[in-house]
C-alpha cells in the first residue's frame, strides 16, 4: 500500500480586507487600514505592495487605481490560501461580488427586483429572470489567467450552480403565463425550461471557456440544492447540463448547510463527477476521538459508504461559522474517522465553506491548521497500516 | 367580494437601511422607530388607495411570524435559524422550554397597530406555532393564543399556516382540536400559505372551525376546491414569492370560476418575499381585480 495523502484546498470566497472595500465604495482608506495591507502583505511575503500602498494613501482612488487594488486583493487571497499550505487554492474570490449577484451582474436576461429579507434585519438582492438568459462572453477567464500566471498550486475555479440561480431568482420569463391555478406539472415544466436553459447558457459557456484556458478543475456550487427536496433530480440534471462537453476537467460539486440524506442516490446520476464537497464540522463536537460517538457531524458520511460508486467526498473540517480556531488534532481525528470509515483514497480535505465571514486572522488560523492536522491524518494512518504490516 | 392583505409586509428601503444602520451602530432605536411609523402610515395609504376591504399593519416589528409571541411567552423562546420552507430566507423556529407554554402579556400596539378603519390581524396558526416544539397545538393555543385573542379588536384575525399543507391531512386533527380552544373571541380564518392545499381540502379543511379557509392558488389547482364550499374563501390570487406582476382582470376571471359565494381576495402569504415596491403594486392590483370582479358580480 502507498502512502496516504490527502489533498487540501479552499472552497470559496474570503472576507474581503477594509482597504478594498472602502476603495470601492468611494469611503475613505484610513491609515489603519493601510497598516493592516502592509502588516499582511509582511505576513505572506509578498513584494511589490508599495504601488498598493502608495495608491491606499490616495485622498481620491480613479478609475485605474480601483483596478490596481481589485488585483492585489486578489494576489493577497490567493497568497494567503498558498501560505496556509493548500495544494489547491483560488483568490477566495476577492473580485467577486457574492456568488449570486457576480452571475446575474454578467448575464442577460434578469433585472435586480429589489431588496428582501433574509431573516431579521439581513437583507438581500433578488433579481427576475425576464427573457432567456445568456452571457455576451465568459466573464471568469480574466480572473482565471491572473492567477494561472501567478501560482504554482493548482487552482479550483467555483461557479455558482443553475439550481442556485434559478431558486434564488424570480422568475418572470418561463412561467410567467397561467401561473394562476396552473397544474403542478406546468409550473415544474416552467421551472425545468428556466434551469436548464441557465447551465446551457450561462454557466457552461463561461466554465468552459476557463476550462479552455488552462483550467483543470472546475467545482458548481449549489448551497440551494436540497432546498425542494423533490427537484434534486432536477438540480443533477441542470449539474450534467452545466458540464456536458467540456472536457479534460475535473469536475465537482459543493453543497452546504443541506439535509445530505436527500442527496441520494440522485447524485450517483451525476455525470463524471469527482468529488462532493460537503459540510461536517458545523455540526460535529469539539472533543477529540475517531470512534462514530466522536463525529456526530459526519454521520452523513455512511450515505457514502452504503454506495460505493458515489463521487468522493471533500470532507468539510472547519466550521466557517465561529471563530472558534480548530485545533490540529481535532482536523486530524475528523480525517482519520473519515477514512477509516470511505477508505483514504475516497477523502480530500477542505473547509465546510467558504471562510468569507471569518476574518482573515482566524480564516488563515484555521486553514493553517486544517493543513498541519491533514499532515497529522496521514502519519496516524500510515503509523496504522505500517503497524498492521 | 373582499380584498385585504394578511402577513408580513415588507420594509421599504429607507427602514432596511436604518435597520442595518442600526446593527451597525450608525443610527438609532428612535430613528428606526420613526421610520417604521413613515413606512406603516404609507402602507396604510396604499391600502386605502388600493381600496382594500379591511387595514392590516404589516407586522412590520415582526422579525418572523413567531418571534414577538416567543418574546412574550414564558416556556417558548426563539430556536435555531430555520429555513422558511423553500425561501431563502429564515426563521427562529420556536422551541419550548416547558409543557405548558403561556403567554406573560398580550402584545402591545407595537405588534398589533390601531388602524384608521377596520382591520385584519395576523398570528400565526397554532399548529405552526407549536410545530417541532412537541407540544400539542391545543396547549399552545390555550396558553398562548387565546389570551393574545381574547385581547384584540379585529374584524378577522387570519391564523398563518404554512407547515400543515407539507405535512399532510394527518396533523388535521390536531389543528381542529386546537382552534376549538380558540373559540369565542374574534372571527378566524386560516390561511394555507405557500403550498398545495389539495390533500388538506380533501381531508375536512373546509369543516375546520373558522369562518374563513384560505387556498394558495399558486400552488393548489382550481379544480380542487371541493363542491359546496360555504366558508369565506380567502382565494391567494396574488404571488407573494413572485415579482411578475398579476393582471387584474386574469385574477377577477378566475374568481368568477372558482363558483364560490364568499370570496376575498388575498396574497397568497406574507407580501415580503417580494420587495417594497413590488408589494405596493400587487396590493393596488389586488383592489383593481375586487373592483372588476364586483363589477361583473353586479352586472
Same mark, same amino acid.
Given at each position: 500500500?502507498?502512502?496516504?495523502?490527502?489533498?487540501?484546498?479552499?472552497?470559496?470566497?474570503?472576507?474581503?480586507?477594509?482597504?478594498?472595500?472602502?476603495?470601492?465604495?468611494?469611503?475613505?482608506?484610513?491609515?489603519?487600514?493601510?497598516?493592516?495591507?502592509?502588516?499582511?502583505?509582511?505576513?505572506?511575503?509578498?513584494?511589490?505592495?508599495?504601488?498598493?500602498?502608495?495608491?491606499?494613501?490616495?485622498?481620491?482612488?480613479?478609475?485605474?487605481?480601483?483596478?490596481?487594488?481589485?488585483?492585489?486583493?486578489?494576489?493577497?487571497?490567493?497568497?494567503?490560501?498558498?501560505?496556509?499550505?493548500?495544494?489547491?487554492?483560488?483568490?477566495?474570490?476577492?473580485?467577486?461580488?457574492?456568488?449570486?449577484?457576480?452571475?446575474?451582474?454578467?448575464?442577460?436576461?434578469?433585472?435586480?427586483?429589489?431588496?428582501?429579507?433574509?431573516?431579521?434585519?439581513?437583507?438581500?438582492?433578488?433579481?427576475?429572470?425576464?427573457?432567456?438568459?445568456?452571457?455576451?462572453?465568459?466573464?471568469?477567464?480574466?480572473?482565471?489567467?491572473?492567477?494561472?500566471?501567478?501560482?504554482?498550486?493548482?487552482?479550483?475555479?467555483?461557479?455558482?450552480?443553475?439550481?442556485?440561480?434559478?431558486?434564488?431568482?424570480?422568475?418572470?420569463?418561463?412561467?410567467?403565463?397561467?401561473?394562476?391555478?396552473?397544474?403542478?406539472?406546468?409550473?415544474?415544466?416552467?421551472?425545468?425550461?428556466?434551469?436548464?436553459?441557465?447551465?446551457?447558457?450561462?454557466?457552461?459557456?463561461?466554465?468552459?471557456?476557463?476550462?479552455?484556458?488552462?483550467?483543470?478543475?472546475?467545482?458548481?456550487?449549489?448551497?440551494?440544492?436540497?432546498?425542494?427536496?423533490?427537484?434534486?433530480?432536477?438540480?443533477?440534471?441542470?449539474?450534467?447540463?452545466?458540464?456536458?462537453?467540456?472536457?479534460?476537467?475535473?469536475?465537482?460539486?459543493?453543497?452546504?448547510?443541506?439535509?445530505?440524506?436527500?442527496?441520494?442516490?440522485?447524485?450517483?446520476?451525476?455525470?463524471?463527477?469527482?468529488?462532493?464537497?460537503?459540510?461536517?464540522?458545523?455540526?460535529?463536537?469539539?472533543?477529540?476521538?475517531?470512534?462514530?460517538?466522536?463525529?456526530?457531524?459526519?454521520?452523513?458520511?455512511?450515505?457514502?459508504?452504503?454506495?460505493?460508486?458515489?463521487?468522493?467526498?471533500?470532507?468539510?473540517?472547519?466550521?466557517?461559522?465561529?471563530?472558534?480556531?480548530?485545533?490540529?488534532?481535532?482536523?486530524?481525528?475528523?480525517?482519520?474517522?473519515?477514512?477509516?470509515?470511505?477508505?483514504?483514497?475516497?477523502?480530500?480535505?477542505?473547509?465546510?465553506?467558504?471562510?468569507?465571514?471569518?476574518?482573515?486572522?482566524?480564516?488563515?488560523?484555521?486553514?493553517?491548521?486544517?493543513?498541519?492536522?491533514?499532515?497529522?491524518?496521514?502519519?496516524?494512518?500510515?503509523?496504522?497500516?505500517?503497524?498492521?504490516? | 367580494?373582499?380584498?385585504?392583505?394578511?402577513?408580513?409586509?415588507?420594509?421599504?428601503?429607507?427602514?432596511?437601511?436604518?435597520?442595518?444602520?442600526?446593527?451597525?451602530?450608525?443610527?438609532?432605536?428612535?430613528?428606526?422607530?420613526?421610520?417604521?411609523?413613515?413606512?406603516?402610515?404609507?402602507?396604510?395609504?396604499?391600502?386605502?388607495?388600493?381600496?382594500?376591504?379591511?387595514?392590516?399593519?404589516?407586522?412590520?416589528?415582526?422579525?418572523?411570524?413567531?418571534?414577538? @409571541?416567543? /418574546? %412574550?411567552? *414564558?416556556? #417558548?423562546?426563539? +430556536? &435555531?435559524?430555520?429555513?422558511?420552507?423553500? !425561501?431563502?430566507?429564515?426563521? $427562529?423556529?420556536?422551541?419550548?422550554?416547558?409543557?405548558?407554554?403561556?403567554?406573560?402579556?398580550?402584545?402591545?400596539?407595537?405588534?398589533?397597530?390601531?388602524?384608521?378603519?377596520?382591520?385584519?390581524?395576523?398570528?400565526?396558526?397554532?399548529?405552526?406555532?407549536?410545530?417541532?416544539?412537541?407540544?400539542?397545538?391545543?396547549?399552545?393555543?390555550?396558553?398562548?393564543?387565546?389570551?393574545?385573542?381574547?385581547?384584540?379588536?379585529?374584524?378577522?384575525?387570519?391564523?398563518?399556516?404554512?407547515?400543515?399543507?407539507?405535512?399532510?391531512?394527518?396533523?388535521?386533527?390536531? @389543528?381542529? /382540536? %386546537?382552534? *376549538?380552544? #380558540?373559540?369565542? +373571541? &374574534?372571527?378566524?380564518?386560516?390561511?394555507? !400559505?405557500?403550498?398545495?392545499? $389539495?390533500?388538506?381540502?380533501?381531508?375536512?379543511?373546509?369543516?375546520?372551525?373558522?369562518?374563513?379557509?384560505?387556498?394558495?392558488?399558486?400552488?393548489?389547482?382550481?379544480?380542487?376546491?371541493?363542491?359546496?364550499?360555504?366558508?369565506?374563501?380567502?382565494?391567494?390570487?396574488?404571488?407573494?414569492?413572485?415579482?411578475?406582476?398579476?393582471?387584474?382582470?386574469?385574477?377577477?376571471?378566475?374568481?368568477?370560476?372558482?363558483?364560490?359565494?364568499?370570496?376575498?381576495?388575498?396574497?397568497?402569504?406574507?407580501?415580503?418575499?417580494?420587495?417594497?415596491?413590488?408589494?405596493?403594486?400587487?396590493? %393596488?392590483?389586488?383592489?383593481?381585480?375586487?373592483?372588476?370582479?364586483?363589477?361583473?358580480?353586479?352586472?
Amino acid at each position: 500500500m502507498t502512502d496516504v495523502k490527502f489533498e487540501t484546498r479552499e472552497i470559496g470566497s474570503l472576507a474581503k480586507p477594509p482597504w478594498r472595500v472602502k476603495a470601492f465604495a468611494g469611503r475613505p482608506v484610513e491609515e489603519g487600514d493601510v497598516a493592516e495591507a502592509e502588516r499582511w502583505a509582511q505576513k505572506l511575503e509578498l513584494d511589490g505592495t508599495e504601488e498598493l500602498v502608495e495608491t491606499l494613501r490616495r485622498e481620491e482612488i480613479g478609475k485605474d487605481d480601483l483596478r490596481l487594488v481589485d488585483d492585489w486583493s486578489s494576489r493577497y487571497g490567493l497568497a494567503l490560501l498558498e501560505r496556509a499550505g493548500l495544494d489547491v487554492v483560488y483568490d477566495g474570490e476577492q473580485r467577486r461580488t457574492e456568488m449570486y449577484d457576480h452571475v446575474i451582474r454578467h448575464a442577460r436576461g434578469f433585472e435586480q427586483r429589489g431588496t428582501v429579507r433574509s431573516f431579521d434585519n439581513k437583507y438581500y438582492s433578488k433579481a427576475a429572470c425576464v427573457e432567456e438568459p445568456s452571457i455576451d462572453g465568459p466573464y471568469d477567464v480574466d480572473e482565471y489567467r491572473f492567477l494561472s500566471a501567478r501560482t504554482d498550486h493548482r487552482l479550483k475555479v467555483p461557479f455558482t450552480g443553475p439550481y442556485t440561480i434559478v431558486d434564488w431568482s424570480y422568475d418572470e420569463h418561463y412561467g410567467r403565463h397561467g401561473a394562476l391555478g396552473a397544474t403542478a406539472e406546468q409550473r415544474a415544466g416552467a421551472r425545468r425550461r428556466f434551469m436548464l436553459d441557465v447551465a446551457e447558457r450561462v454557466v457552461r459557456p463561461n466554465a468552459a471557456a476557463v476550462v479552455e484556458a488552462g483550467c483543470d478543475w472546475i467545482q458548481i456550487d449549489e448551497p440551494a440544492l436540497t432546498t425542494r427536496p423533490d427537484e434534486v433530480p432536477l438540480g443533477v440534471e441542470a449539474f450534467n447540463k452545466s458540464v456536458e462537453g467540456i472536457p479534460s476537467a475535473r469536475r465537482s460539486l459543493h453543497v452546504c448547510f443541506s439535509d445530505y440524506s436527500l442527496l441520494f442516490p440522485h447524485v450517483l446520476e451525476l455525470d463524471d463527477c469527482f468529488e462532493l464537497q460537503l459540510e461536517f464540522a458545523n455540526r460535529d463536537s469539539h472533543e477529540l476521538g475517531t470512534d462514530g460517538a466522536d463525529r456526530p457531524g459526519y454521520e452523513p458520511l455512511f450515505l457514502f459508504a452504503d454506495h460505493e460508486d458515489a463521487p468522493n467526498v471533500g470532507l468539510g473540517v472547519l466550521d466557517i461559522h465561529t471563530n472558534f480556531v480548530e485545533p490540529a488534532e481535532l482536523v486530524r481525528d475528523r480525517i482519520v474517522y473519515a477514512a477509516e470509515l470511505l477508505g483514504p483514497e475516497r477523502v480530500s480535505v477542505n473547509p465546510d465553506c467558504g471562510l468569507r465571514t471569518r476574518s482573515w486572522d482566524v480564516a488563515y488560523e484555521k486553514l493553517a491548521n486544517m493543513v498541519e492536522g491533514t499532515r497529522l491524518a496521514e502519519e496516524a494512518l500510515n503509523r496504522a497500516h505500517a503497524g498492521s504490516r | 367580494m373582499q380584498a385585504f392583505a394578511p402577513g408580513i409586509h415588507p420594509r421599504s428601503e429607507a427602514l432596511v437601511q436604518a435597520t442595518r444602520d442600526l446593527d451597525r451602530g450608525r443610527t438609532s432605536a428612535e430613528a428606526v422607530d420613526e421610520q417604521l411609523q413613515r413606512d406603516l402610515d404609507e402602507l396604510v395609504r396604499v391600502q386605502q388607495e388600493a381600496g382594500l376591504d379591511l387595514l392590516a399593519d404589516g407586522m412590520l416589528r415582526w422579525q418572523d411570524l413567531f418571534r414577538p @409571541l416567543l /418574546e %412574550a411567552s *414564558d416556556g #417558548l423562546e426563539p +430556536g &435555531p435559524l430555520t429555513r422558511f420552507l423553500d !425561501t431563502n430566507s429564515f426563521y $427562529r423556529a420556536p422551541t419550548a422550554t416547558s409543557a405548558e407554554p403561556r403567554l406573560r402579556e398580550p402584545l402591545d400596539e407595537r405588534y398589533a397597530a390601531p388602524l384608521p378603519s377596520s382591520r385584519i390581524v395576523t398570528l400565526p396558526s397554532p399548529y405552526a406555532l407549536a410545530h417541532g416544539t412537541g407540544i400539542p397545538a391545543k396547549v399552545v393555543a390555550a396558553g398562548v393564543l387565546k389570551p393574545q385573542l381574547d385581547a384584540l379588536e379585529a374584524e378577522l384575525v387570519v391564523l398563518g399556516e404554512p407547515f400543515l399543507a407539507r405535512d399532510g391531512a394527518g396533523g388535521l386533527d390536531e @389543528l381542529r /382540536e %386546537a382552534l *376549538d380552544a #380558540l373559540a369565542g +373571541g &374574534p372571527p378566524l380564518a386560516l390561511q394555507i !400559505t405557500f403550498g398545495d392545499a $389539495r390533500e388538506l381540502l380533501e381531508n375536512g379543511l373546509a369543516e375546520l372551525p373558522v369562518e374563513g379557509i384560505g387556498v394558495d392558488f399558486y400552488a393548489t389547482h382550481a379544480g380542487d376546491l371541493p363542491q359546496g364550499f360555504d366558508k369565506l374563501l380567502l382565494a391567494g390570487v396574488v404571488d407573494a414569492r413572485s415579482s411578475a406582476l398579476e393582471e387584474p382582470q386574469e385574477i377577477a376571471d378566475f374568481v368568477g370560476r372558482l363558483g364560490v359565494e364568499r370570496v376575498a381576495l388575498v396574497p397568497n402569504g406574507d407580501l415580503q418575499y417580494v420587495s417594497e415596491p413590488i408589494a405596493r403594486q400587487k396590493l %393596488a392590483r389586488l383592489g383593481t381585480a375586487r373592483t372588476a370582479r364586483a363589477k361583473e358580480t353586479a352586472a
